[in-house]
């Protein structure tokens, strides 16, 4: 199956700064997407993004799909950014097929 | 937000006995996946359904049984628990053809012992 590289596996930073976390993914795909889980466990979509940019507030995402990499931004990063930032690929198969893989996620820490 | 909700959202049960969480949703989404999360892991995909009794295995799906004989219902089971099921379980949602975004539930903590 499709195997998803996230890096760095951990980041820490102080308010105000800005990062940026890697989606490495080794085929095809037709679907991306990034989720934040907080530190009390909550997943929240992020980003949709199968191929271009998007931005939302201070954050932002990229996928560059022939390359098979997709970048998430936070610029002025805030306490609230903590906890951890996960890519998901789907190659769609056809027929119902629809699943995501995940990788395993950056773990972010933003202090004060 | 998704209108997903998890039950329980904690359980602790013994080796050998029966459990089934369940996952109902109010969006009236056709996918509905159930997920594990584990230290190491990342969230590993159980199994899905992509209609009313119309369900598919994941990565991870020995050990566990699923049933949706509703739209808004998915119930995950597993038969004879072991400790390595000892786990946080996530049931999740997608709209439309399947082509689109993802939402998580809060997450049901099973513990095992």
């Known amino acids: 199956g499709i195997q998803v590289e996230q890096s760095p596996p951990d980041l820490i930073l102080q308010e105000g700064a800005n990062s940026t976390l890697r989606c490495n993914f080794s085929?095809?795909?037709?679907?991306l997407q990034w989720f934040h889980q907080n530190p009390w466990g909550q997943l929240i979509n992020l980003f949709y993004?199968?191929?271009g940019t998007k931005q939302n507030g201070r954050l932002s995402a990229t996928t560059v799909a022939t390359e098979r990499y997709s970048l998430l931004y936070i610029s002025s990063s805030q306490t609230t950014d903590s906890g951890v930032y996960f890519c998901?690929?789907?190659?769609?198969?056809?027929?119902?097929?629809?699943?995501?893989?995940f990788g395993k996620g950056t773990l972010l820490t933003v202090n004060p | 937000d998704a209108g997903i909700t998890q039950s329980p959202r904690h359980k602790v049960t013994e080796t050998g006995t029966p459990v089934t969480l369940r996952c109902h949703q109010t969006?009236?989404?056709?996918?509905m996946y159930w997920y594990r999360q584990d230290p190491g892991h990342g969230l590993r995909l159980i199994h899905y359904?992509?209609?009313?009794?119309?369900?598919d295995k994941g990565e991870v799906s020995d050990g566990y049984s699923v049933s949706r004989s509703k739209t808004e219902d998915f119930l995950l089971t597993l038969e004879s628990a072991t400790s390595s099921q000892t786990s946080v379980y996530f049931c999740?949602?997608?709209?439309?053809?399947?082509?689109?975004?993802?939402?998580f539930g809060n997450g049901t903590r099973l513990t095992v012992t």
């Open positions: 999740a949602i997608r709209g439309g053809d399947g082509n689109s975004p993802l939402h």
């Open positions: 085929d095809s795909v037709n679907n």
């Open positions: 993004i199968p191929s």
């Open positions: 998901a690929v789907e190659a769609f198969s056809g027929g119902s097929n629809y699943k995501l893989t």
């Open positions: 969006e009236n989404h056709r996918y």
């Open positions: 359904s992509y209609g009313v009794k119309d369900t």
